[in-house]
């Protein structure tokens, strides 16, 4: 069965890090983009980053141009988003997804469970 599973989220002070981790199994994850998202209480969902199959071009939403990154080991079949300089407003529920092809572009068709990032003093 294939699955994304993300993990590594949690309570943060505001000016904390936090590295989430998307994971796959039951397929390759190398063939495919995979992009992060969040989803703030009341608000909808948004994109914030791309990263395209090989992990030599990546997209980011202007807003968090220096303070998230977004990577892939894909000996792992693991995509990774790291979130430095944390805000309280950053809290959301954060998804990883995948593209069905290897490029950033087109809509996302498989999507994880979601991790809980809350940040806050």
């Known amino acids: 069965q294939s699955q994304l599973v993300e993990s590594g989220g949690g309570l943060v002070q505001p000016g904390g890090s936090l590295r989430l981790t998307c994971a796959a199994s039951?397929?390759?994850?190398?063939?495919?983009?995979i992009g992060w998202f969040r989803q703030a209480p009341g608000k909808e969902r948004e994109e914030l980053s791309c990263?395209?199959?090989?992990?030599?071009?990546?997209y980011n939403v202007e807003s968090m141009k220096g303070r998230f990154t977004i990577s892939r080991d894909n000996a792992k079949n693991t995509a990774y988003l790291q979130m430095n300089s944390l805000k309280p407003e950053d809290t959301a529920v954060y998804y990883c997804a995948q593209r069905p092809r290897r490029l950033c572009f087109g809509p996302y068709n498989y999507w994880g469970q979601g991790t809980q990032v809350t940040v806050s003093s």
């Open positions: 990263i395209n199959s090989s992990g030599s071009s990546t």
């Open positions: 039951g397929f390759p994850l190398e063939n495919y983009a």
